[in-house]
C-alpha cells in the first residue's frame, strides 16, 4: 500500500449508469509574474463521478466547465464476459457510454481489467492460469474485439490493458513475465483497431520507485505507447503528504527509464481531516501539480484527475471489503477525493474553483 494507490475509478463513471488568473502588476516598477506556459498538446481530463442528483449530463457540463478533454470508462472482464465466450454485461456500459459520449465533445480513455489492483477480474474458468496461458490470451483478444466494437462512435485516446498491476503482482518476477508476456500478445490487436491511441497497462506511482517493480513495468513500457500511472501522495496509513511532495514526485516521473511519454490517468487528494487533510490542501495540491507539471510537461503528456464528485457514502464499504482494507483514513480517502461533494447537488468545494483557473490560465 503505502503511496500505491487503489483504483476507485469503477464508481465514478459506473455507479451512475455510464461511467489564478494572471496577476496583474501594480505599478512602481513591480514587473508582473510570468504567465505559466501553454498546455500546448498536454491532455486534461477528469473522471466524470456522479452526485446524488441523478443527472449525468450536469456531470459532463461540469467537466467541460473545468476545461476536461478526456473522460474515464473502466470495465472489468468478469462484468463483460459471463461465462467463457459468452459476453453479456449488464448493463451494457460500452454501449452506454457510446450512446451518452458521442453527443459530447470528449475523447475516452478506456482501462479493460483483467488486473484491478489487489483484485484478479478475470473469470473464474481463468483464475488459476498464468497471464501468458494461450487460453488467457486469445479470451482477451476476443473480449477487447467485443467491447471495441461497442464503442464505434467515439474516439479513443488512450487504452489500458488492466489496472494499477503492480498491486498484484507486487514484487513477484514470474508474474511480471508472463504479464509482460500477455500484454506483448494482446497489445498489437487492440493497438490495429485504434491505430491513434496510447496503448499501455495502467500502474501505480510505485513503478516508478519500488524494485523489481521499477524495472519489470519499465521492460512492459518497451512494447507499450507510454508509462501510464496512478499517483495519490500518501503515507502508508492514507493520511496525506506535504502538497509540497509534489515537485519531487513528478520528477521521479519524468525520469523514469527510456524516453516514452507519461501520462497520469489518475491523480488526487482526498479533503479528509481524518486523512490530516482539507479543501485548502487540496486546492494548495492541484496548484503545485499544475506548476509541477509545467516543469515538467516535455515527459508528462496528460493528467487525468480523480475525481470530479466525492463517492455515495453507502458505496465505502462496499470499497472497504473489495480491496480488503478498513481503516478511518482509508476510508476518508476513498469518500472525499471529488473536486465536489455528493450530496444533492454536489457542492463544489475550494479546488473546484482553483482546477478551473490553473486550467483557464494555460490556455
Same mark, same amino acid.
Given at each position: ?11 465514478? =463513471? ?5 461511467? *489564478? ?8 516598477? +513591480? ?11 498536454? !491532455?486534461v ?7 446524488e442528483?441523478d443527472?449525468?449530463n450536469? !456531470?459532463?457540463? /461540469? ?9 474515464? *470508462? ?16 449488464s448493463?451494457?456500459? $460500452? ?5 451518452f459520449?458521442r453527443?459530447?465533445?470528449? /475523447? ?5 481489467v483483467? @488486473?484491478?489492483t489487489?483484485?484478479? /477480474? ?11 496461458? $494461450?487460453?488467457?490470451?486469445?479470451? =482477451?483478444?476476443a473480449?477487447?474485439a ?9 474516439? @479513443?485516446?488512450?487504452f489500458?490493458?488492466?489496472?494499477? @498491476?503492480?498491486g ?21 490487436? #487492440?493497438?490495429a483497431?485504434l491505430?491513434?491511441?496510447? #496503448?499501455?497497462?495502467k ?8 524494485e523489481?517493480?521499477? +524495472? ?44 516514452k ?13 481524518v486523512?490530516?487533510?482539507s ?19 516535455n /515527459? ?11 463517492f ?5 464499504t !462496499? ?5 480488503g ?8 480517502f476513498?469518500? +472525499?477525493?471529488g ?9 463544489a ?15
Amino acid at each position: 500500500m503505502g503511496r500505491r494507490p487503489f483504483n476507485l475509478s469503477r464508481r465514478g =463513471f459506473v455507479a451512475s449508469g455510464l461511467a *489564478l488568473s494572471a496577476c496583474s502588476g501594480s505599478g512602481g516598477g +513591480t514587473a508582473p509574474p510570468a504567465p505559466p506556459p501553454q498546455l500546448a498538446g498536454r !491532455v486534461v481530463g477528469v473522471h466524470p463521478t456522479e452526485r446524488e442528483d441523478d443527472d449525468f449530463n450536469i !456531470v459532463a457540463d /461540469r467537466v467541460e466547465d473545468l476545461g476536461g478533454e478526456i473522460v474515464s *470508462l473502466s470495465l472489468y472482464w468478469d462484468d463483460i464476459e459471463v461465462s467463457p465466450g459468452v459476453y453479456a454485461p449488464s448493463p451494457n456500459f $460500452p454501449q452506454i457510454a457510446n450512446e451518452f459520449y458521442r453527443t459530447r465533445n470528449f /475523447r475516452l480513455s478506456v482501462s479493460l481489467v483483467g @488486473i484491478d489492483t489487489n483484485n484478479d /477480474r478475470r473469470p473464474a474458468d481463468l483464475l488459476a492460469l498464468p497471464y501468458d496461458d $494461450p487460453g488467457v490470451i486469445s479470451r =482477451f483478444e476476443a473480449l477487447a474485439a467485443f467491447v471495441l466494437d461497442q464503442l464505434p462512435d467515439v474516439t @479513443i485516446d488512450c487504452f489500458a490493458i488492466g489496472n494499477e @498491476i503492480d498491486g498484484l503482482l507486487g514484487g513477484d518476477v514470474a508474474k511480471w513475465e508472463a504479464y509482460r508476456r500477455f500484454f506483448a500478445a494482446v497489445a498489437p490487436g #487492440v493497438k490495429a483497431r485504434l491505430p491513434g491511441a496510447c #496503448v499501455g497497462a495502467k500502474a501505480t506511482f510505485g513503478v516508478v520507485v519500488d524494485e523489481p517493480a521499477r +524495472t519489470q513495468y519499465a521492460a512492459l513500457v518497451d512494447g507499450a505507447d507510454a508509462w501510464l500511472l496512478t499517483y495519490y501522495p500518501l503515507n502508508a496509513d492514507f493520511t496525506v503528504q506535504s502538497p509540497s511532495a509534489v515537485q519531487a514526485d513528478f520528477a521521479r516521473m519524468a525520469g523514469a527509464p527510456g524516453a516514452k511519454p507519461v501520462r497520469l490517468l489518475e491523480i488526487g487528494f482526498p479533503t479528509s481531516s481524518v486523512c490530516g487533510s482539507s479543501e485548502a490542501l487540496q486546492a494548495e495540491f492541484i496548484t503545485r501539480m499544475f506548476a509541477s507539471w509545467d516543469d515538467y510537461s516535455n /515527459r508528462i503528456r496528460e493528467i487525468d484527475y480523480f475525481c470530479l464528485h466525492d463517492f455515495d457514502p453507502a458505496i465505502i464499504t !462496499v470499497l472497504e471489503t473489495y480491496y480488503g482494507v478498513s481503516s478511518p483514513q482509508f476510508a476518508g480517502f476513498l469518500g +472525499t477525493l471529488g473536486l465536489r461533494a455528493w450530496a444533492g447537488d454536489g457542492g463544489a468545494k475550494s479546488g473546484y474553483q482553483r482546477f478551473k483557473e490553473e486550467v483557464a490560465r494555460r490556455r
